[in-house]
């Protein structure tokens, strides 16, 4: 099957510095890939969408100059959330789809945010 | 704009009897539906979906899901639970209908079994 790698799985960073996530699909090309953010005992929440080549497109209330989204290839979508506060921490997920076979997400092992 | 409704934050069950979890959607187009389950600290396993055909679909782990179109529901269930399928457990939807590449997640629903 499909496999979505996120890396790293989790990380610890001070206040005021910025963090890269990354989202690989390991065996399959994706032009799109999710974003989701999951507060502690909450549902996911969609943070954006990320387009290969062009612009991330963000779902309302999620500000796209805290985190930034690149989509540089086929296979790989980078989420960095910049001067990270406290408030930042949360588990992020990714997911993705095959071109061919888009009847199912494939998600991340996601990654552990924590801002001190 | 499609939507899922989990009307049961937590389920709690004893070991072996059985449970359901249940999901309403909405939206004004056909849609795909999804159950998920999280483990904690983990990220999203797929139990089953719903594309089309059959209304009753079997999935994972002994779950099956019955999708019903006048009820706008997808309820979940298991004949007999295990101590193992403590998780939680998201009821999703597609947004574009067409794919299941962008989904919308219910609120979840905890599942604690009881031994």
């Known amino acids: 099957g499909a496999v979505v790698s996120q890396h790293p799985s989790r990380v610890i960073c001070k206040s005021g510095t910025s963090v890269k996530i990354e989202c690989r699909s390991l065996?399959?090309?994706?032009?799109?890939m999710f974003w989701y953010r999951q507060f502690p005992k909450k549902s996911l929440m969609l943070m954006a969408t990320s387009n290969e080549g062009s612009k991330a497109t963000y779902e309302q209330g999620v500000e796209k100059d805290k985190f930034l989204i690149n989509h540089a290839s086929l296979t790989l979508s980078t989420l960095t959330v910049t001067s990270a506060h406290p408030e930042d921490s949360s588990f992020y997920i990714c997911?993705?789809?095959?071109?061919?076979?888009?009847?199912?997400?494939?998600f991340g092992q996601g990654t552990r945010l924590t801002v001190v | 704009a499609q939507s899922v409704t989990q009307l049961d934050s937590q389920v709690p069950v004893f070991e072996e009897a059985p449970v359901e979890l249940r999901c309403n959607y909405s939206?004004?187009?056909?849609?795909?539906l999804f159950w998920y389950v999280q483990y904690p600290n983990q990220g999203l396993q797929l139990l089953l979906k719903?594309?089309?055909?059959?209304?009753l679909v079997k999935g994972i782990n002994g779950f099956e899901a019955e999708f019903n179109k006048s009820q706008t529901s997808f309820h979940l269930r298991k004949p007999s639970v295990h101590i193992s399928d403590t998780a939680e457990y998201f009821c999703?939807?597609?947004?574009?209908?067409?794919?299941?590449?962008?989904?919308?997640f219910g609120s979840g629903t905890r599942l604690s079994i009881r031994p």
């Open positions: 997911s993705a789809s095959p071109l061919s076979v888009d009847t199912e997400a494939f």
């Open positions: 065996d399959f090309q994706a032009t799109t």
């Open positions: 939206s004004s187009v056909s849609v795909y």
């Open positions: 719903y594309l089309s055909g059959s209304t």
């Open positions: 999703a939807v597609s947004v574009s209908g067409s794919s299941a590449s962008k989904i919308i």
